[in-house]
């Protein structure tokens, strides 16, 4: 910690908005030292002490510009062509206003900062590869196609030198129609894909086997529920080149696999992620109601048929009558509540379907 008796002045968080990544703004209490003509940056939690190891704008009186430093680190600015560079391959997975291109000015390496999505990425000096600081040993691949989830725009793709290869993919807070978004592209007949920016807070970890043809995951049933929907929203009339089945087959895949049943307890999240799923079958009602003759069909049309599979539901159904086995191991659990409310909204308008999620006869 310093004590300094030289005069500070508060200067407004509104002055570094266009100027600054999001966080330097938003986290710190700017002061500018009339002594060492400098604004020095403190956290929101301490704004009465400077420690040495601060972000600290100084003057550049050989260049005349400002740069905000922290000991040997430089933040690299914004618009300068080395850090547009860099924010535009990591922009598949965060807006620019929340990248922060740092440099060292001893070892010579530059760093790619995702502190939202915990996320760290390194260049150094002698190399021309972005390497991985969660992933060690792994580089952001130049091809980023996969073989499948065609159209998913939020991925960035790793690769290791002995060509293994790792998908990650953000994770949002909340599964629904404003957190992952989709529509038909009008230059394809693929559907694109977007996870919203400003909902995610971490990632899932994907391996890619491409000798076997599948995506691997973690074990975390979320991450399969996450890598079923995707799969489904992706789907298209032809076979993915890694999977060598659709979509659509790729997704019911995983929602009828053992590891998706094995659960003593499905979280908050799972029913929500598992609502999406279900609600991409179409709905369809008796025409007229009276009578069970005939039906409507009401599709989606920003989704491909193949998406709107029947059995959609019928497999999420069954995930829920195992859940409510559970019950009596959990007596009192607000999950089986919400999973009731699900039930409820996806019951709605969709009078052919019995209480599983079959076609009355």
């Not at 209490?29 to 002594?35: P, R, S």
């Not at 601060?54 to 005349?64: E, V």
């Not at 598992?274 to 989704?303: C, D, G």
Request: glycine share 4%; hydrophobic share 40%; charged share 20%.
């Amino acid at each position: 910690m310093i004590l300094t008796s030289s005069r500070l002045d508060l200067v407004p968080s509104r002055v570094f908005r266009d100027w600054l990544p999001h966080a330097f703004v938003a986290d710190f209490i700017h002061w500018y030292d009339h002594a060492a003509n400098e604004v020095v940056f403190r956290p929101r939690q301490s704004p009465w002490i400077t420690d040495r190891d601060c972000w600290r704008l100084k003057h550049d009186t050989r260049t005349k510009d400002w740069r905000l430093t922290k000991g040997l680190n430089v933040l690299a600015n914004s618009n300068s062509t080395s850090a547009r560079v860099l924010s535009k391959i990591v922009r598949s997975m965060e807006e620019a206003q929340h990248i922060h291109i740092v440099f060292n000015t001893t070892s010579k390496t530059v760093d790619v900062h995702l502190p939202r999505l915990q996320l760290g990425f390194f260049v150094d000096h002698n190399a021309d590869a972005i390497y991985s600081r969660q992933f060690r040993g792994m580089v952001i691949d130049s091809q980023q196609n996969i073989g499948t989830l065609t159209g998913l725009t939020s991925k960035l793709v790793l690769k290791r030198e002995q060509s293994e290869r790792t998908i990650l993919i953000p994770v949002p807070r909340k599964f629904g129609i404003s957190s992952i978004r989709y529509a038909q592209a009008s230059s394809s007949a693929h559907v694109t894909v977007e996870i919203s920016k400003e909902d995610v807070t971490k990632v899932y970890a994907y391996n890619l086997d491409e000798v076997l043809g599948r995506i691997t995951d973690s074990g975390d049933l979320e991450a399969k529920l996450l890598l079923s929907y995707l799969h489904a929203l992706t789907s298209s009339c032809l076979p993915d080149p890694l999977t060598k089945v659709t979509g659509t087959e790729a997704a019911l895949q995983i929602l009828q696999s053992a590891a998706v049943r094995s659960f003593d307890l499905l979280t908050h999240r799972n029913v929500e992620l598992l609502e999406q799923i279900a609600a991409l079958s179409t709905r369809r009602s008796f025409y007229p109601k009276h009578e069970k003759v005939m039906q409507q069909v009401s599709w989606n049309t920003s989704l491909s048929p193949l998406s709107q599979h029947p059995q959609f539901r019928t497999f999420v159904y069954r995930i829920f009558d195992h859940a409510s086995k559970m019950h009596v191991f959990y007596p009192g659990h607000d999950v089986f509540t919400v999973i009731q409310d699900a039930r409820k909204r996806l019951s709605s308008g969709t009078s052919i379907f019995d209480g599983t999620g079959k076609l009355k006869l």
